[in-house]
């Protein structure tokens, strides 16, 4: 970098650093109200809207001085001749230029930096930040219930329009209002009759907007929602394309997006209906007010009561409140929109979580893997009165430390749900959880988590390299870590192979969305190879080879006995073979255990899990696995 360009830097870097766009606050829950959601945001950045208020003042004012000024000019013009001009009347002459090239150029350049170099890239960034941190400490069940392209755009639109709300309220609307009482001013002083024509004026606006703006704020916010909506629908789309090719032969998705752009386009036309009824009302309000005072301009004229300079001077003025009274009633509409924006966004962000860390929540140390549930019901909070069935009802379970255990049973019968309990990712109705002891409730989440390696049949990769993907259990695993665990991960000769779009390859070759580039055994080889390298004392086996041929699994499965060994582990399996050489398993059906046992022992009672292997048509593990 030149010293040219680090002194540039450093002079932008005066304004640039006003906003810190990754500063935070204590609250963990934002205002779900718009108003209170815009006013926090507000305070955190006082002086850079502080100063936007100034300039919108200064810019109103030098608005209609510029004007005066002009019909000024035109009067010395009339009192003077050519020969004379300069010698008469240069400090007026050089009071105009001053406030053209000076005072305006640096009200306006002031504007300019306060707007785009501060509050447009840092303050929205300060909104989009705080919200993501809300957001993403929301338990499991709120991503369940709503699009994860709709989430990610409330966070980005509501950042924006927080910051588009504020701008436009101080810098267009104050620098209007501004305008207006000198405008108003210099009319009255030239002819009362022209103040009462600005009242009246300006009583009609108010009304105008008093009446017509409600319907456009609702049919604003309406559109947002069905803009979000429309959204999540092509994100989900596009998302699950592979579904759509294989399944949608008669184009139902194209029904299903069709109707949320019907939708969307329905809440667009009354939108654009409210808009065109206000813009027809500013017209008429405008033109019945130039045409009264320019009537009133033309008779003081006649009358001897007015000069040229000043009827310039009032009829630009009006052409002027003509014009900006119409883009203002646009930033008006503009504001109306933002706030039913930013009320839209809160919806989503302004969330308490389900789920968080108690007050005096601890850290758990590393754990020992014992594992109890006690007397442990839950239902999805659905009403237990009115069920026939519970997902669990009075769950009771101890997997000591260092034990393998297996949870079998028929689809439905409560086995993710015992899993997505101990990680908390749901909270239990009643009863309780303990780890080592401790009631996973006292524990903060995320030192909670940290216990366990979990691979389940989603191997959840993101769009990032193999590397980072591998190493996201541990962050800042070394590259021979990473090497390593990937090669007990029989992954490390397939991921050497592969290059992306971009030209990068091996570790550094990124996956694609849910790690689409890759076959499912390779995104299940990468996922194990993260789970070893994070070597939790807990494991969580969720069909963790099922997407394998036979030859990788058998690979895999001697590093996987090798790395239970002194750990605790659940796994959940349908394929049965899987498991049988587990140390106990735990057949579950409706929510409760109905046996326990090896899986010698429960054949020979003949119940469910022997029916359940009666029906699996794979053989038993190789004799290698059954001697473990």
Known sequence: MSDKDSKGDRIWGLAERLIDPFADTDREVLPREALRFIMFFANQAKMPFIMLLIIGGLSGAVEAGMYWAVGWLIDILDASSPATLLTDYWPHLAAFLFLVLFVRAAVMIGAAVVEQQIIAPHFFQLVRWQAFRRVIEQPYEFYQNDFAGRIATKILQGGEATGDFIVSLLQSMWGFITFVVLAGTILTALDPWMGVVMLAWLGAYVLTAWKLLPPLRAAGRKTADERSILNG?????????????????????????????????????????????????????????????????????????????????????????????????????????NFATVQDA???????????????????????????????????????????????????????????VALVGPSGAGKTTIVNLALRLFDVESGRILLDGRDIRTLTQASLRQQFGVVSQDPMLMHRSIRDNIAYGKPGASDAEII?????????????????????????????????????????????????????????LDEATSSLDSEIEAAIQENLFEMMEGKTVIAVAHRLSTIAALDRLVVLDEGRIV???????????????????????????PSRLAAE
């Open 233 to 337: 629908r092509l994100v989900d789309a596009f998302t699950n394309i592979m579904a759509v090719k294989l399944f949608d032969s008669g184009r139902r998705e194209h029904a299903f997006v069709r109707d949320g752009m019907e939708r969307f386009l329905h809440a667009v036309r009354r939108l654009t209906r409210a808009i065109t009824k206000v813009r027809a009302a500013v017209a008429i309000i405008n033109g019945i007010m130039i045409a009264a005072i320019s009537a009133l301009a033309i008779r003081s004229w006649m009358g001897g009561g007015a000069t040229t300079g000043e009827i310039a001077a009032v009829m630009g003025l009006c052409f002027r409140l003509n014009q900006m009274s119409g883009y203002v009633m646009f930033n008006i509409n503009g504001l109306i929109r």
């Open 346 to 404: 809160t919806g989503t962000i302004s969330v308490e979580p389900a789920i968080r860390d108690a007050n005096d929540a601890q850290v758990m140390p590393r754990a020992t893997g014992d594992l109890r549930f006690d007397s442990v019901t839950f239902n999805y909070g659905k009403d237990a009165r009115t069920m026939t069935d519970r997902v669990i009802a009075k769950l009771d379970l101890h997997i000591k430390p260092g034990e393998r």
């Open 484 to 540: 390593e665990a990937a090669k007990r991960a029989s992954a490390h000769e397939f991921i050497m192979g592969v290059a992306d779009q971009r030209g990068r390859t091996g570790y550094d070759a990124h996956v694609g969305e849910r790690g689409v580039k890759l076959s499912g055994g390779q995104r299940q080889r990468i996922a194990i190879a993260r789970m070893m390298l994070k070597n939790a004392p807990i494991l969580i």
């Open 595 to 621: 046996e326990e046992g090896s899986h010698d022992a429960l054949l020979a009672k003949g119940g469910l899990y022997a029916q359940l292997w009666k029906r699996q048509s794979g053989g038993f593990l």
